[in-house]
């Protein structure tokens, strides 16, 4: 059973298009992080979230932690080709700095 | 780039042999993590080190061993190698060791058992 669901699996869209990234999960977490991962690269931190209900915006995206700490969502306003990639949550639990991660959701951006 | 460097880049090797993986962290960060991802798992957290010490074990094989050094680099060690153990092996650190402290991931060591 994985404690962090990821939904879509896949994603393929055409530019220009908005798009919602999903991140659930029963557990409580104290911290949740997304990443973007390229083919044969390690991932890459978008942004860290620690509060119930925080939003965070980083140019085109917009991450929202959940207010009971269980969920997250990655929403891409009028996504490009280079938004294409793998997009990873993990969250930490307790006090412990170790991440579980989800099992991605792979986006491509067609032109 | 994330200032975290791993050597080697690719490893490719038979069944039974041994490996070591090398990871330097971020300048001034003291904690280090190795996850393994392979393709029907994705990422799974094996161990982390913290200032030298191991500070947390997760799915972590007893084949599989790790240490941190002095200068905070960090090695894991993969014995008796099984083809099911070919898998990109990453390296992560941070600051500290608390959650929500940011991690940041080196490039990977690509395994492969023959």
């Known amino acids: 059973t994985q404690l962090l669901e990821q939904s879509p699996q896949f994603l393929s869209i055409q530019e220009g298009e908005n798009l919602t990234v999903y991140c659930n999960s029963s557990?409580?977490?104290?911290?949740l992080q997304w990443y973007r991962q390229e083919p044969g690269e390690g991932p890459v931190l978008l942004v860290t979230?620690?509060?119930?209900?925080e939003v965070k915006k980083l140019k085109r995206l917009t991450f929202q932690f959940g207010d009971a700490r269980k969920d997250s969502s990655l929403h891409i306003t009028a996504a490009q080709p280079g938004d294409t990639g793998l997009y990873l949550c993990?969250?930490?639990?307790?006090?412990?700095?170790?991440?579980?991660f989800g099992k991605g959701t792979k986006l491509s951006v067609k032109p | 780039d994330s200032g975290v460097t791993q050597t080697p880049k690719h490893l490719i090797t038979a069944t039974g042999q041994r490996v070591t993986l090398r990871c330097s962290p971020r300048?001034?960060?003291?904690?280090v993590y190795w996850y393994q991802q392979s393709l029907d798992q994705g990422l799974q957290f094996l161990i982390q080190?913290?200032?030298?010490?191991?500070?947390a074990k997760g799915n972590i094989l007893e084949r599989f061993s790790a240490q941190q050094f002095p200068d905070l680099h960090s090695e894991l060690n993969l014995s008796s190698l099984e083809l099911g153990d070919s898998a990109l092996y990453f390296c992560?650190?941070?600051?500290?060791?608390?959650?929500?402290?940011?991690?940041?991931f080196g490039p990977g060591t690509r395994l492969t058992v023959l």
């Open positions: 992560a650190s941070s600051a500290k060791s608390t959650s929500g402290d940011e991690q940041f």
């Open positions: 557990s409580v977490f104290s911290s």
């Open positions: 979230v620690v509060t119930g209900g």
């Open positions: 993990a969250g930490a639990r307790g006090s412990q700095g170790n991440l579980i």
């Open positions: 300048s001034g960060d003291l904690s």
């Open positions: 080190y913290y200032n030298g010490e191991e500070r």
